[in-house]
C-alpha cells in the first residue's frame, strides 16, 4: 500500500488512463480527487458522468475519492481542485497530470483555436494545476507530480504540431519544477503513455492487415501506465527526479532528455561559407533523422 495516508489528484480521471491510474492509487491506499470535465476528444462539451463513473469504480474497491469538474485550463479552476483535495481529506501528496484533448491538422491548416485549445488544456492546465499545488508542496516539504506527455512531442508526429509543441512543453515545464523545488523534497517526473483509448482508437482497421494490428494494439490497456504512475507519486521513488519515461504495454523506457550531440570549433570563428563548408560535413552523419513516434517504436507492443 505505497499510497497509504496519501491524497492524489489526477486530472482528466474520467476516463482512459486517467480513470486507470486514479483506480489503482485508490488500491494503493490513496484518497483521490477524480478531476475531469467529460468533453468529447476534441474538448467540447461537458459532462460530470465521467468522474462519477471512476468514483463508484473506487468505491466499490473500499477506496475514497471525491470528484471535482473543473478545467484543468482555467486558473481558478485548478485553485479549487486543490482546495478540494484540502477540504475533503486535509492534505494533497501527489498530482497526476493528465487530461487531455487532441485537435489533429497539418500545419499549414491548423486552425488557431485548435492550437490554443491544445496548449491550454496541455501546457497551461498543467502549469496551472501544478503551480496551484506548489504551494502547498512548498509549505508541508513534500509532494510529487507525475506529468503525461508524450512521443508526439519527444519524437514527432505527423498533422499534431500543437499537440507535440504543447508535450514537449510538458517536459521542460517538468524539468523546472524539479529543478525549483527540489529544495522543498517535491520531485517532478514524466510519463509518455501508450495506450488504446479514445485517443488512439481512430487508427483505421479496414484491411485484414490493419485489423490484425489493431488486435494488437488493444493489448496496450490504460491499465498499463498506471503502476509506474503510482509508484513515481509514492516515497519509493524519492530518489527519481526530473526524469521522462515511456510505457508501452509491458515495457517501461527511459527516454533520453537533449544533450550536445557533437561539436565543432573554428579558432578564427564561422562565416555562412565556412559553416557550409566545414560545421556541417563534420556534423552531418550525426544529424536526428525525421522519425515519427511509429518509426521508433516500430514493433508491436510486447
Ligand atoms: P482520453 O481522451 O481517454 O481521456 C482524457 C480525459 O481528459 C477525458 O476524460 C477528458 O474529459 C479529460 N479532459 C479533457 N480536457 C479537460 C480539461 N480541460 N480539464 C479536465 N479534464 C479534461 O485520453 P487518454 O488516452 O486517456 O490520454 C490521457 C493522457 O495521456 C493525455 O494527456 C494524453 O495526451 C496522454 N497520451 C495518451 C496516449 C495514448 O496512447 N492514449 C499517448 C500519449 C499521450
Redesign the pocket.
Known sequence: MSMQQKVVIV?????????AIALEMAQAGAAVVI???????A?DGGSAT?AQETQALIEALGGKAVINT?????WE?AKRMVACALDSFGRLDAVV??????RDAIFHKMAIEDWQQVI???LN?TFYVSRAAAEVFREQKSGAFVH?????GLIGNVGQSN?SAA?LGVVALSKSIALDMQRFNVRSNCI?????????SAIPSQTPEEQARVERLKQ?T?EK?APLAVYLASDKAADVNGQVFAVRRNEIFLMGQSRPVRSVHRSEGWTPDAIAEHAIPALSSSFSDMAVSGTIFGWDPV
Do not use: C, E, Q
Open positions: 486530472t482528466g480521471a474520467g476516463g482512459g488512463i486517467g480513470r478531476n475531469d470535465v467529460g468533453v468529447s476528444l474538448g465521467p473543473d478545467s484543468v485550463a482555467d479552476g497530470n493528465n487530461a487531455g484533448i487532441t491550454n488544456v496541455h492546465g503525461m506527455t508524450s512521443t508526439s499537440y508535450k509518455a503513455p501508450f495506450a488504446w483509448s479514445r485517443m488512439t496496450m490504460p501506465n
